[in-house]
């Protein structure tokens, strides 16, 4: 098992290189993506920011971070000598991922602690999950006077924190992003009904696809392409009703 997850670690590592020798070269290495899976608008549109800073520039090392906090859980304690190493693995592990600008990296790393506290000490949840809850409160408050010099990225990672000094342009751009999610997930759920019992399946239309990139409608791109940035909607528009059931059980 820990053999796994030390190869897990050095295997997500793939990828932070990969991005870093694209952005230091300035985009004109990129041959490493014909090996590793590129997310090429958020790529085109962080190496812009970094030479425009017209955008706010992410790095995708959220891959990393969460297998970081794995490899910390996996190998550390929250009782005896290496506490403090495992709080150390899970602050880096979070200020890696927020790099990304992802606010739903947050929700993972502090959903993934607390099935881990909850599984792993039944007789002190209650404790080690106040204690984990405060310390995530003083790191957001303690973060405070520095958000403003923070890189972009991070700085849109928390810019649902109410308090936060975030630059207009970040907060603006994360609030799209939602409204962008919002509109998927409205067209989605209107489909639903039509694919309960049998479900789309994952074809789709390639010239309509083509079409929708050309005028550059990225909602509409995105869910012709069946990418509703939703696990569960994923499931339960493409497999149906009867294979949503069975996704979620295997995923638990």
């Known amino acids: 098992m820990k053999r796994a997850m030390i190869l897990m670690l050095l295997f997500s590592l793939?990828?932070?290189?990969?991005?870093?020798?694209?952005?230091?070269?300035?985009?004109?290495?990129?041959?490493?993506?014909a090996f590793v899976k590129a997310y090429a608008t958020g790529l085109l549109g962080t190496l812009e920011g970094m030479e425009s800073g017209g955008q706010t520039a992410r790095l995708y090392f959220q891959g990393f971070g969460m297998s970081l906090l794995f490899f910390a859980l996996a190998f550390f304690s929250f009782e005896g000598r290496k506490?403090?190493?495992?709080?150390?693995?899970?602050?880096?592990?979070?200020?890696?991922?927020?790099?990304?600008?992802?606010?739903?990296?947050?929700?993972g790393i502090m959903g993934t602690l607390f099935l881990f506290i909850m599984l792993t000490y039944p007789k002190k949840r209650i404790p080690v999950t106040i204690a984990v809850g405060l310390s995530f409160v003083t790191f957001l408050v303690a973060l405070t006077p520095f958000i403003p010099s923070l890189p972009g990225g991070v700085q849109r990672s928390l810019s649902f924190v109410p308090w936060?000094?975030?630059?207009?342009?970040?907060?603006?751009?994360?609030?799209?992003?939602?409204?962008w999610r919002f509109d998927i997930w409205d067209m989605a759920w209107e489909e639903v009904p039509d694919y309960l019992v049998v479900g789309k399946g994952f074809?789709?239309?390639?010239?309509?696809?083509?079409?929708?990139?050309?005028?550059?409608?990225?909602?509409?791109?995105?869910?012709?392409?069946?990418?509703?940035?939703?696990?569960?909607?994923?499931?339960?528009?493409?497999?149906?009703?009867?294979?949503?059931?069975?996704?979620?059980?295997?995923?638990?």
């Open 14 to 33: 793939i990828p932070v290189f990969a991005q870093i020798l694209f952005f230091a070269s300035g985009g004109t290495i990129y041959q490493q993506y």
């Open 83 to 107: 506490k403090l190493l495992l709080i150390l693995c899970i602050l880096l592990a979070l200020g890696i991922s927020l790099l990304s600008g992802f606010r739903n990296v947050i929700l």
């Open 164 to 179: 936060y000094d975030i630059p207009y342009e970040v907060r603006y751009e994360a609030e799209v992003s939602l409204e």
């Open 203 to 252: 074809a789709f239309n390639k010239s309509l696809l083509d079409a929708y990139t050309v005028r550059y409608n990225t909602r509409i791109n995105a869910f012709i392409a069946h990418n509703y940035h939703s696990g569960p909607l994923s499931l339960l528009l493409d497999l149906g009703l009867a294979g949503f059931i069975t996704g979620t059980l295997l995923l638990i």
